[in-house]
Structures are given as structure tokens and as C-alpha cells.
């Protein structure tokens, strides 16, 4: 795992790993000979679109695991993506949560695995894009709040004691790492950005938990499937534990660019593309397993109303 600092309250400060944008297998047959041709009188040759339509489809998302780990699993989404679309399909790599959101609205990016706030912040930027699929664990999804054992703290539903410890939060614009658990802390009677000191700014959940670990923050807010995932691949230093669980809302989805859903005729291939992705066959399983999903089900802007609300009251949403 990379080395990280998190920042204090003036500002986010993370290290990331650059990854060259990967072109599939599949991507790379698709965009040649009668696909290409098939797409650009799909598309209308004589437009001035077409050139970029005839293109791949850009797939992104937010930046809130480890990179290596992001990387295989768009990369996986990006080859199956292209079989089922029969066009090609490229991940490209974002630095942080605010360039996913700027290279969606610039059209640059077609389609991005955006958290719930950043889902918002692109939707409300950019006319015409479209939330396409959820995870089925999306619809009721959780934060956990940790701590180091050094703090002498137990599991918990009361989060007061949290008030007092050095706190950090994932990206500043994670649903999961931040906007949620500040809610909730909020709820709770913590002033969440009253930690000694001012909160941290992490960047990512592994980033929160490997300084949770170190001592450098005592506790910190973390995405809960990330939380389970790497604990259940003992991935979790003993040094970090599990305080608090939030209760559920809506997150993650993907949201797909109004170019894009002009280009693919709708939203009806995407929405339909993960809405049929089955555990019963091997090359569908090996996505789902990678997402942590059982499966994905269809979504609605409407299913993430509560979010724009709590961002705008948190400032968050101008």
C-alpha cells in the first residue's frame, strides 16, 4: 500500500499512484474493421460527433481504495462492458473525487462509479446525465466508525466519546468516509468538525484505516463493505476496531454521461448490461465478487434526494 498523510482541515493532501489509462483486449478488437465501421454509420459519419463517438467508452470512478485494487476491478468491468456492448471500453484512472466529477461534466469520462455525494455533484453539473444501476447493497449501505485500541474504547452506540480523540475522515467528498458520519456525528451532539486539532482528510478508506493504525489519528470513518472486505482478508491491522456502526442510506451508483446514453440510443444497454450480470456464470460472478455485490439492480435520482439534502445542509452542494 502506498504511503499517505492526510491533511488537516485546509485542505486534502494524499499520494496517489499514477496508472497508465488501460485499453482492454476486447476493446482493442472492437474498435477496428466492421465494429468501427458499424458504429460510425451508427453514429452518422458526416456529424462532427462522430469522430468521438466511434471512440471508446470511457468508464472512471472515484478514487476511494487502493489504486492497484481500483485498477483491476474497472478493468475487469471495462472487458465485459465491451463484449456485452460490442464497442470498445477504457478505464481511465481519476486522481482524486473532484476530477471524477470535472471529467464527467466535461464529457470526458461516459460513465463513472461515482459515492453518493459525488453522484449528485456530477448529476446537478451536468444536464442530462442519467443514474443507471446500484449494487443491492447500495439501498441500505453503512458507515463504520474506528478506533485505535490504544483509545480503551468498546463498541458503542453512543459516538460522544469520538468528540474528544484526533478524528479523520476518508476523501472530503466520500458519502461513506465523510458526509454521512459527519451527519450522524452531528446528530449525536459531536460537532463534527470540532476534533482537537480539526479532522483529517485521508483521501481514501485504506488510507483512513493504515493511519488509524499507525496512531496518527485515534479513530476515523470508514466505507463499511471496504471495512468487511479487508478484514475478512486480515488486511486489518489488530490495532484498529470497529466502534460504530451508521444506520443505512443510499450510495454508490453508476451515472452515465448525456453524450454516452445519446450514443448508446438510452440508457437501456448499461441499465441492462449490469442488471443482468448472474453469479451463475463464471466471467459475471468474477465482477460482482470484485464490486462485493451480489448483484446490481436499476436506480433512480430520486434514491439519492436525502444526500443532496444533508450536502447542501453540510455545505457540501451549493
Same mark, same amino acid.
Do not use: K
Given at each position: 500500500?502506498?504511503?499517505?498523510?492526510?491533511?488537516?482541515?485546509?485542505? %486534502?493532501?494524499?499520494? /496517489?499512484?499514477?496508472?497508465?489509462?488501460?485499453?482492454?483486449?476486447?476493446? =482493442?478488437?472492437?474498435?477496428?474493421?466492421?465494429?468501427?465501421?458499424? *458504429? +460510425?454509420?451508427?453514429?452518422?459519419?458526416? $456529424? *462532427?460527433?462522430?469522430?468521438?463517438?466511434?471512440?471508446?467508452?470511457?468508464?472512471?470512478?472515484?478514487?476511494?481504495?487502493?489504486?492497484? +485494487?481500483?485498477?483491476?476491478?474497472?478493468?475487469?468491468? *471495462?472487458?465485459?462492458?465491451?463484449?456485452?456492448?460490442?464497442?470498445?471500453?477504457?478505464?481511465?484512472?481519476?486522481?482524486? #473525487?473532484?476530477?471524477?466529477?470535472?471529467?464527467?461534466?466535461?464529457?470526458?469520462?461516459?460513465?463513472? @462509479?461515482?459515492?453518493?455525494?459525488?453522484?449528485? &455533484?456530477?448529476?446537478? &453539473?451536468?444536464?442530462?446525465?442519467?443514474?443507471?444501476?446500484?449494487?443491492?447493497?447500495?439501498?441500505?449501505?453503512?458507515?463504520?466508525?474506528?478506533?485505535? /485500541?490504544?483509545?480503551?474504547?468498546? %463498541?458503542?452506540?453512543?459516538?460522544?466519546?469520538?468528540?474528544?480523540?484526533?478524528?479523520?475522515?476518508? $476523501?472530503? /467528498? $466520500?458519502?461513506?468516509?465523510?458526509?454521512?458520519?459527519?451527519?450522524? =456525528?452531528?446528530?449525536?451532539?459531536?460537532?463534527?468538525?470540532?476534533? %482537537?486539532?480539526? %479532522?483529517?482528510? $485521508?483521501?481514501?478508506?485504506?488510507?483512513?484505516?493504515?493511519?488509524?493504525?499507525?496512531?496518527? #489519528? &485515534?479513530?476515523?470513518?470508514?466505507?463499511? &463493505?471496504?471495512?468487511?472486505?479487508?478484514?475478512?482478508?486480515?488486511?486489518?491491522?489488530?490495532?484498529?476496531?470497529?466502534?460504530?456502526?451508521?444506520?443505512?442510506?443510499?450510495?454508490?451508483? @453508476?451515472?452515465?454521461?448525456?453524450?454516452?446514453?445519446?450514443?448508446?440510443?438510452?440508457?437501456?444497454?448499461?441499465?441492462?448490461?449490469?442488471?443482468? =450480470?448472474?453469479?451463475?456464470?463464471? /466471467?459475471?460472478?468474477?465482477?460482482?465478487?470484485?464490486?462485493?455485490?451480489?448483484?446490481?439492480?436499476?436506480?433512480?435520482?430520486?434514491? #439519492?434526494?436525502?444526500?443532496?439534502?444533508?450536502?447542501?445542509?453540510?455545505?457540501?452542494?451549493?
Amino acid at each position: 500500500m502506498s504511503t499517505v498523510r492526510a491533511a488537516r482541515s485546509g485542505g %486534502p493532501e494524499t499520494v /496517489t499512484v499514477p496508472l497508465l489509462p488501460r485499453l482492454s483486449r476486447r476493446a =482493442l478488437l472492437a474498435g477496428t474493421g466492421a465494429a468501427l465501421a458499424a *458504429a +460510425l454509420a451508427g453514429c452518422g459519419a458526416g $456529424s *462532427a460527433a462522430a469522430p468521438d463517438r466511434a471512440g471508446p467508452l470511457r468508464i472512471g470512478a472515484i478514487p476511494d481504495q487502493d489504486p492497484e +485494487l481500483l485498477q483491476r476491478l474497472h478493468a475487469a468491468v *471495462a472487458d465485459s462492458l465491451a463484449d456485452a456492448l460490442g464497442i470498445p471500453v477504457e478505464y481511465r484512472p481519476v486522481t482524486d #473525487y473532484a476530477a471524477a466529477v470535472s471529467l464527467f461534466r466535461t464529457g470526458d469520462l461516459d460513465l463513472v @462509479w461515482f459515492g453518493g455525494l459525488t453522484g449528485v &455533484q456530477a448529476r446537478l &453539473q451536468t444536464p442530462g446525465a442519467v443514474p443507471v444501476a446500484q449494487r443491492d447493497i447500495d439501498a441500505d449501505f453503512h458507515s463504520v466508525f474506528v478506533v485505535n /485500541t490504544a483509545t480503551g474504547l468498546t %463498541p458503542s452506540d453512543d459516538l460522544r466519546p469520538l468528540a474528544d480523540l484526533r478524528f479523520t475522515y476518508g $476523501s472530503q /467528498t $466520500s458519502t461513506s468516509g465523510r458526509l454521512m458520519p459527519a451527519y450522524f =456525528l452531528r446528530e449525536a451532539g459531536v460537532d463534527p468538525e470540532g476534533f %482537537p486539532g480539526g %479532522p483529517g482528510f $485521508s483521501g481514501s478508506h485504506d488510507a483512513t484505516l493504515a493511519l488509524v493504525a499507525s496512531g496518527s #489519528y &485515534q479513530a476515523g470513518a470508514v466505507n463499511e &463493505q471496504v471495512w468487511l472486505a479487508r478484514t475478512e482478508a486480515g488486511e486489518v491491522d489488530p490495532a484498529v476496531v470497529a466502534y460504530a456502526r451508521t444506520p443505512g442510506y443510499s450510495d454508490y451508483h @453508476w451515472l452515465l454521461g448525456p453524450r454516452a446514453a445519446e450514443r448508446l440510443g438510452g440508457p437501456d444497454r448499461v441499465v441492462g448490461y449490469f442488471t443482468g =450480470l448472474s453469479p451463475d456464470r463464471p /466471467t459475471d460472478a468474477g465482477v460482482l465478487d470484485l464490486f462485493g455485490a451480489g448483484s446490481f439492480v436499476p436506480t433512480e435520482a430520486a434514491n #439519492y434526494r436525502q444526500i443532496e439534502e444533508i450536502g447542501r445542509d453540510l455545505g457540501l452542494i451549493s
